[in-house]
């Protein structure tokens, strides 16, 4: 199918002339694990920032490698590719799962890439709460409630869930799942009908997903190298993009403070001089 978005990015440096100071890079940039974590968004995010204006990386391979979690961060996520996307191509490699909005975040990517074995999709909205209501009650204790308004301590996990509840909770899981599928639809260039029919919450093997439109290639990571190679004009070398200094064990914090300092490649390798990467 064609790339997900209508205009790829050009590279900063026409197809076949590549000055030898500017070598050209893809830099991997990693998301891993639940989405959910304020650090964690920051890092991804600034990473994804600083990738997409270094003069010697031409392209940006996003590796995805999580089941979703919170609604507003993987936004947030999905937002700051998108951005990335404006300024260089980027394709998404999927390695074992990108379900809800881990998805969500491969998406503003130019095309996706899932490994044979991934699995891909779930989109969706999920709220679960506890109710431990009948446990209190065999040991004897209660909890009183004062509220401004009938739906001030929905969600609750001190009193069963009402019929009024659960409309109510539909409705704003709804809304939420809408969203999801519009930003798919957008972003995958697909019919928001399409979409929706897909979003019943399940993961679909790569194969499957490839059929519906959720992907484009099934392949490894040499397979999204090789569509940015494409779409750039002109072959790529891939390296591992990493902010200095994120979480640096206490041993290495000089040599990052250094690396902070420098703000270059090292000339040899044209990789950074202090990585860390991780979600």
């Not at 009024?164 to 972003?187: H, M, P, W, Y």
């Not at 029919?197 to 490839?210: K, P, S």
């Not at 390296?239 to 703000?263: E, H, S, Y």
Request: with cysteine.
């Amino acid at each position: 199918m064609d790339t997900a978005r209508s205009e790829i990015p050009s590279p900063p440096f026409p197809a076949g002339v590549v000055p030898a100071a500017l070598m050209p890079n893809v830099a991997r940039v990693a998301l891993r694990g639940r989405i959910g974590s304020d650090t964690g968004r920051r890092a991804f995010s600034g990473r994804l920032e600083a990738a997409s204006h270094m003069p010697n990386v031409a392209a940006i391979l996003l590796q995805v490698d999580s089941p979703g979690g919170d609604a507003v961060t993987s936004d947030e996520l999905r937002e700051a590719v998108a951005r990335a996307a404006t300024r260089l191509p980027v394709v998404a490699e999927i390695r074992s799962v990108a379900a809800s909005g881990g998805y969500l975040v491969a998406c503003e990517a130019h095309e996706i890439v899932a490994r044979p074995w991934a699995l891909v999709g779930s989109i969706g909205a999920i709220l679960m709460r506890p109710n431990v209501s009948g446990l209190l009650e065999r040991v004897g204790i209660s909890v009183d409630v004062s509220k401004t308004g009938q739906f001030k301590d929905l969600g609750s996990p001190f009193r069963a869930r009402t019929e009024a509840d659960t409309e109510k909770e539909e409705e704003i899981l709804g809304a939420i799942a809408e969203r999801f599928v519009q930003s798919v639809a957008a972003a995958r260039g697909m019919d928001a009908a399409a979409v929706r029919d897909l979003a019943t919450g399940e993961v679909f093997t790569a194969e499957r997903a490839l059929e519906v439109g959720l992907i484009d290639h099934v392949g490894t990571e040499d397979t999204a190298l090789g569509r940015l190679a494409q779409l750039c004009g002109f072959g790529v070398r891939p390296f591992t993009f990493r902010l200095p200094g994120d979480f640096v064990p206490g041993p290495l914090r000089p040599a990052a403070a250094a690396a902070r300092l420098l703000g270059r490649f090292a000339p040899a390798t044209g990789r950074p001089l202090m990585e860390w990467t991780g979600w």
